[in-house]
């Protein structure tokens, strides 16, 4: 069994549901925060209590939502203090440009807060109109400055690209402006849009973006996120050296992690599972067993390999070369261009990146064919 | 065995839907042959098919008394299609009913019908059906007949098959005017069988009429053509019931049952005769059938394939006239090559294989059989019914292919539409010929294969469903043919593989290539789709590389959600075919197949 090494914390509040989003939210009930985060501490209690004496403490902790700045720093603060951590854990938070006063910075900073994640979405306010979002784009930066200057080690901002109502320039105007601030920044999400069912945006079925205008917006970005010193190392994830996210390098590296809060996911390296999606659900099950488990799935053996493919195309970490190539040869030919190759590893390049799921498959088929062969052989 | 001048053997002729049918029920009704509680709708057409699409496949024949005379009514295939079988029919004969909807006027195939039984001097005793209707015409109608055959209009009768009305006088007409067969009862036993059918506990059942001497029960016999020996297990008549009977006499019509197990074996135009002391003389106009019309035929789920032949071989068994050979297509799978009598016909063996075998098929793109004649080759050809079997066009000195003599009956008014029909369909004139001011036949010479797709519906909705076809082989010409071939990223698809003409090939060319890009999902490279003739490219579309095709965010509970995904695409593409390294799913190859409805 891997070890917990991250611990994820699901604050599930917002002011309002924004047009793309079909997280597990609630925009009411916040008045019951203070019971919510009883049961998180009594779910993790109950964890701690699992691993023994022998458990050295969390490496990340991670809050998501949800708007986890929306409640009382000192809500996090307590919950920081009650989850053992190795010395230089990273802490990180999300936050929403509204939720960015100076004073409520600074009390998660001194909380122990290391890294904080704003959404800004994008910089152009017909986006951030047709998202729903309750910030514009000046109070974005307004926000990006102040979380900037308060004292976290690491500052990074979300974007999200491809609304149907945002044109090429819109979003080289998004770019340019990001490319303005990234002296503050040290990481970038970038996501295409997605859209899911159970939304607003479901709902209104606007045409979505071609492939092809996705492809070049995201390249565009990519290469000039590489010329202000912004890497990729996930598909949809840029920092400076060292500046990498290590929770969320903790999923995509097959780590152990633990989830409280309704909807949570964890995974102990073999068995992954979840929690009660809703807040009346989640509440009841912790307060009256102190878990709110709501299903589970061990993986095979072919599973998890299946996994460590999908997920080391996504990273820069890549695959092992003999996963997709012999010396001197392509496994299969058609996927050459799509990579790089350096010594051991077989990464991904930035238009491979773009089709990282068909390109699993194809892998996941030639490994299927070899093993089919091997036994026939 | 009944006396020789009392007996009258007739066929009725008449288009689809103008009542034959109907007219069979009150016959049956009307001579009592049928108990009117166990009547139901056309009790002689006995398959499902048959009864929904309104039409006779399988000739029933049946024994009714009227007035003291035994009339047997021998029902006829009511398609085109089954030609053979229909003059089959008339040879049992001695006169038929033409029976002409009274709103309607003759149609093209029952006219070519009616000039079969002049070929065959049989009386016609003509009738006008469906009188009850208001929008009936008898008087036009009746003229009309009299103009094209010749029969007087005051001798044609006024029935209802529907209300009864005249039917009694039909029948009496029927007596009068139809002469009573000829034959001796001492002759060699000469019985003509006109129908099969395969029933899964007697074995082959088998309709005939006795020309000459007389068949018992018991009797070992000699199947002329088919060079076999069978007893007569069973012998008797239809009254529709079979009713065994110990003998029957010159003139008489019955069945046949001789522990057969495969109609090919009493195929119609048989002449059955006495092993001891027969005939040495066959009766004339046996012809083997010949098949027409070709598709491949593929089981959906390949593991159907097994199956499919099991069901193949079963449906032999009832129906001589349709072949078949085992093939593979790089596209399809395992499948078979199948030859059909006609189009209707090839439409039936899908429906009865679908239907009766519970299977899911794929057919390809209806063919015909071409004649190749090879550079240095002679006079000697080689037939291929499968466009994948052409030889390389450089090989070729000339092609021929199947024609057709097509006779289109048709409301004057849609005469342009239907030239242009046609024209367009390579046909060429050869006659036209007003039958009343409204009504004109025109007569083209026109090849096979351009009648086996779609010409039937275009005829029909280009003349709001008035004009009717007959048709007849028109022996082989050469013809200006090509081989066209649809590559994927090079590759040739054999199943969309086609011998078309080559003024046409381009246009077909074009419109597959752009179908395929339609339906071929778009793969991790560009894909071009090109139409080939002879090595030249004559159309090509590209199916666009994907461009995008990646999960934006895949965090802790996403990566579950992804691996299911995963899984479910992995098991999905075991099911596609792969065509030049381009994965295609069987539905686009069944899409594209359907491009000509």
């Known amino acids: 069994m891997e070890k917990l090494s991250g611990l994820y914390v699901h604050i599930p509040y917002c002011t309002s549901r924004c047009s793309y989003c079909a997280f597990a939210v609630v925009h009411n009930g916040y008045a019951g925060r203070h019971r919510y985060f009883d049961a998180l501490k009594r779910e993790l209690e109950g964890y701690l209590e699992l691993q023994?004496?022998?458990?050295?403490?969390?490496?990340?902790?991670?809050?998501?939502?949800?708007?986890?700045?929306?409640?009382?720093?000192?809500?996090?603060?307590?919950?920081?203090?009650?989850?053992?951590?190795?010395?230089?854990?990273?802490?990180?938070?999300?936050?929403?440009?509204?939720?960015?006063?100076?004073?409520?910075?600074?009390?998660?900073?001194?909380?122990?807060?290391?890294?904080?994640?704003?959404?800004v979405q994008s910089f152009d306010d017909r986006v951030l109109k047709y998202?729903?979002?309750?910030?514009?784009?000046?109070?974005?930066?307004?926000?990006?400055?102040?979380?900037?200057?308060s004292g976290f080690d690491s500052v990074s901002i979300d974007l999200v690209y491809g609304a149907p109502v945002e044109s090429e320039r819109s979003w080289d105007y998004t770019v340019d402006e990001l490319i303005d601030l990234s002296d503050l920044l040290e990481h970038l999400s970038a996501y295409a849009l997605q859209i899911e069912p159970r939304t607003k945006l479901h709902w209104m079925a606007d045409p979505p973006t071609e492939e092809a205008d996705l492809a070049g917006r995201y390249l565009r970005l990519d290469e000039r996120l590489a010329e202000v010193g912004l890497k990729n190392y996930e598909i949809s994830n840029w920092s400076r050296p060292g500046a990498e996210s290590r929770h969320n390098s903790t999923y995509w590296n097959g780590g152990g992690y633990l989830g409280i809060g309704m909807s949570s996911h964890s995974f102990d390296g073999q068995t992954r599972w979840w929690n009660v999606a809703n807040l009346a659900g989640y509440l009841a099950c912790v307060e009256g067993s102190g878990r709110a488990v709501a299903g589970s799935e061990r993986l095979t053996d072919s599973q998890i390999a299946i996994e460590r493919i999908m997920l080391g195309l996504r990273t820069s970490r890549?695959?092992?070369?003999?996963?997709?190539?012999?010396?001197?040869?392509?496994?299969?030919?058609?996927?050459?261009?799509?990579?790089?190759?350096?010594?051991?590893?077989?990464?991904?390049?930035?238009?491979?990146?773009?089709?990282?799921?068909?390109?699993?498959?194809?892998?996941?088929?030639?490994?299927?064919?070899?093993?089919?062969?091997?036994?026939?052989? | 065995?009944?006396?020789?001048?009392?007996?009258?053997?007739?066929?009725?002729?008449?288009?689809?839907?103008?009542?034959?049918?109907?007219?069979?029920?009150?016959?049956?009704?009307?001579t009592k042959a049928v108990d009117p509680r166990q009547m139901r709708e056309q009790y002689l057409d006995s398959m499902d098919i048959e009864r929904e699409r309104g039409i006779t496949i399988k000739a029933q024949n049946v024994r009714v008394g009227w007035k003291g005379y035994t009339l047997h009514l021998i029902d006829t295939p009511g398609h085109v299609d089954f030609g053979y079988e229909v003059s089959r029919s008339l040879a049992a004969c001695e006169g038929v009913i033409l029976l002409v909807d009274a709103s309607q006027g003759i149609e093209a195939q029952t006219l070519a019908n009616c000039y079969l039984a002049l070929e065959n001097n049989l009386e016609i005793v003509a009738a006008l059906n469906k009188i009850d209707l208001p929008q009936a015409e008898p008087d036009k109608y009746a003229e009309e007949i009299e103009n094209i055959l010749g029969i007087p209009a005051d001798s044609i009768l006024r029935v209802s098959a529907k209300t009864g009305i005249g039917v009694d006088l039909l029948l009496d007409a029927v007596v009068d005017r139809i002469p009573h067969p000829v034959g001796k009862e001492d002759d060699p036993l000469r019985a003509l069988i006109f129908d099969s059918y395969y029933d899964q506990y007697r074995g082959v059942i088998s309709s005939i009429r006795v020309m000459d001497g007389s068949i018992s029960s018991g009797e070992r016999l000699r199947f002329m053509q088919a060079k076999a020996v069978h007893d007569a297990e069973e012998i008797g008549v239809k009254t529709p019931y079979p009713s065994p009977i110990d003998r029957l006499g010159p003139g008489e019509v019955g069945y046949l049952i001789a522990s057969i197990k495969d109609v090919g074996e009493a195929r119609s135009g048989e002449t059955v005769t006495s092993q001891i002391d027969g005939a040495t003389e066959a009766l004339d106009g046996y012809r083997d059938p010949k098949p027409m019309v070709f598709c491949g035929l593929y089981p959906v789920d390949g593991d159907e394939f097994e199956d499919l032949r099991d069901a193949l071989e079963k449906l032999k068994l009832n129906d001589a006239s349709f072949t078949y050979e085992p093939e593979t297509s790089g596209a399809l799978g395992f499948g078979f090559r199948c030859g059909f009598l006609g189009l209707l016909h090839m439409e039936i063996v899908r429906e009865r294989l679908e239907r009766e075998f519970n299977l899911s098929l794929i057919a390809t793109s209806p063919s015909v059989k071409y004649v190749i004649f090879m550079v240095g080759g002679g006079d000697t050809p080689t037939e291929i019914d499968n466009p994948s079997e052409l030889p390389i066009a450089s090989s070729i000195d000339r092609i021929e292919e199947p024609y057709l003599r097509i006779s289109i009956i048709t409301p004057s008014e849609y005469t342009g539409t239907v030239m242009d029909l046609c024209q367009s369909r390579r046909g060429e004139m050869k006659k036209m010929e007003y039958l009343s001011p409204e009504r004109l036949e025109l007569i083209y010479r026109v090849p096979l294969s351009e009648i086996v797709i779609d010409f039937f519906d275009q005829l029909k909705s280009r003349t709001k469903g008035y004009a009717s076809l007959d048709y007849e082989a028109d022996g082989y010409s050469a013809s200006d043919l090509v081989k066209l071939d649809v590559m994927l990223n090079g590759e040739p698809v054999d199943a969309f593989s086609t011998i078309i003409h080559k003024a046409k090939a381009y246009d077909y060319g074009r419109k597959m290539t752009s179908k395929l890009r339609e339906l071929i999902p778009r793969q991790l490279f560009d894909v071009p789709v090109q139409a080939s003739v002879g090595g030249k490219i004559i159309a090509r579309e590209t199916i666009k590389a994907r461009r995008k095709d990646v999960l934006a965010k895949c965090y802790g509970g996403d990566i579950t959600r992804k691996r299911k995904l995963l899984e479910k695409q992995k098991e999905g593409k075991k099911r596609m075919k792969n065509i030049g390294r381009v994965e295609v799913p069987q539905e686009a190859f069944i899409s594209a197949l359907r491009l000509d409805d």
Request: hydrophobic letters at 40%; glycine letters at 10%; charged letters at 25%.
């Open chain 1, 52 to 119: 023994g004496g022998e458990f050295v403490g969390f490496e990340t902790v991670s809050f998501g939502g949800g708007t986890p700045s929306l409640v009382e720093p000192e809500l996090i603060a307590g919950l920081i203090d009650a989850a053992p951590l190795i010395d230089e854990a990273e802490i990180s938070i999300e936050v929403n440009p509204e939720s960015c006063d100076p004073q409520r910075l600074a009390e998660l900073v001194a909380a122990g807060v290391t890294r904080a994640s704003v959404g």
């Open chain 2, 1 to 30: 065995m009944t006396q020789i001048d009392r007996i009258r053997n007739l066929s009725i002729i008449a288009h689809i839907d103008h009542g034959k049918s109907t007219l069979s029920d009150r016959i049956l009704e009307l």
């Open chain 1, 131 to 149: 998202f729903g979002r309750s910030h514009d784009a000046h109070g974005a930066k307004v926000a990006i400055e102040a979380v900037a200057s």
């Open chain 1, 318 to 377: 890549g695959l092992d070369t003999a996963t997709v190539a012999v010396p001197g040869r392509f496994l299969d030919r058609e996927l050459e261009d799509w990579f790089e190759i350096s010594g051991d590893s077989a990464r991904l390049t930035a238009r491979g990146r773009l089709l990282a799921d068909a390109i699993a498959l194809r892998i996941l088929q030639s490994v299927e064919e070899g093993r089919d062969k091997d036994e026939t052989d």
